[in-house]
């Protein structure tokens, strides 16, 4: 009979815990979610941004580095104010869009997890993927877990708890084979990137 309650105890133990593990999806319906990127060289500073965000991302409030997923670019989304650099940005020469749809990052590790309260920090190492070329990377994030949240975000239209991502980090466009050492007077190879998005996981 101990052993029976023990089996019991353990298995909704077990429940209880798999229970806590979330399903973020971060298509926002709101068209809110964006990227902003900049790239400032000797002759001309450029800013732009992206918010074909999609992708998903499981993750334990409890437990911040029990997170994985994958956040997806629409690299047609990518824009720039001037139409010009905007045509070549997206075009063959540079991001080629059509040959390479998508710009992905693929959770692969957690490290240096920090919890307080709803928040938590951590170095975010994953598969960051950009013209067909995937190099590992390694971001620092801010992870704040709003629950029961979605439905002030949508006013009232949907219950549940949201997840926000934020993060800063640079990249160089000569590591994913984007004209190497071209243009760099006008065009960095430094590219800085913020985003800050947020993750929808609907009561149901």
Known sequence: MKITRLLLA?????????AEELSFDFKDPKGVNHIVFTMDAPLESISGTANGITGTISADPNEPEEIE???VVDAKSLSVPNPVMQE???????LDT????EITFEITEVLNPKKQGNEGTADIKGTFTLKGVAKEITVPAKVTYLPGR?????NGQMQGDLLVVRT???LNRGDFGIKAGEALDKV???INVSLAIAGAAPKK
């Open 168 to 170: 800063n980090f640079q």
């Open 150 to 154: 979605l439905a002030d975000r949508t």
């Open 188 to 190: 960095s190879d430094t």
């Open 10 to 18: 353990s298995t909704l133990l077990a429940t209880a815990v798999q």
């Open 98 to 101: 059509a040959k390479h749809p």
């Open 88 to 94: 070549h940005m997206l075009g063959a020469d540079w």
């Open 69 to 71: 997923g994958k956040i």
